[in-house]
């Protein structure tokens, strides 16, 4: 799931997800946010690529400079997000936990 202008979203989406804005000073490059889980039993079967690639596309065609996740810097998909071409990151505090905010430029 994702939406293409995150700083529009921010107002609704904070009420549920309070850290929602804790990177909002990257929103104008990285609009689109993409929320993505898939069960372990089906990961490294390239299923996770396609659908960035598919996502990465439609948002490229509605002429966004940019897509963004949230995750931990500890989590093992980070290596995962960089080999689909999130190389932009960014670490910050929120509560006792340090998140990390990774863009991937598109290119339209």
């Known amino acids: 799931m994702g939406c293409s202008d995150s ?3 921010e107002k609704n989406i904070s009420q549920s997800i309070p850290y929602f804005g804790l990177f909002s000073d990257y929103f104008d490059h990285y609009p689109a946010h993409l929320h993505m889980n898939c069960d372990p039993e089906f990961q490294g079967m390239g299923i996770g690529s396609k659908l960035i690639e598919h996502y990465c596309s439609l948002k490229s065609g509605e002429g966004l400079p ?6 931990f810097p500890t989590s093992r998909n980070v290596n995962f997000y960089r080999k689909n071409g999130f190389l932009f990151s960014k670490k910050r505090f929120w509560a ?4 990390l ?3 991937k430029t598109l290119i339209y």
């Open 7 to 9: 700083r529009s979203a």
């Open 66 to 71: 940019g897509v963004h996740i949230v995750t």
């Open 96 to 99: 006792n936990d340090e998140l």
């Open 101 to 103: 905010f990774m863009g």
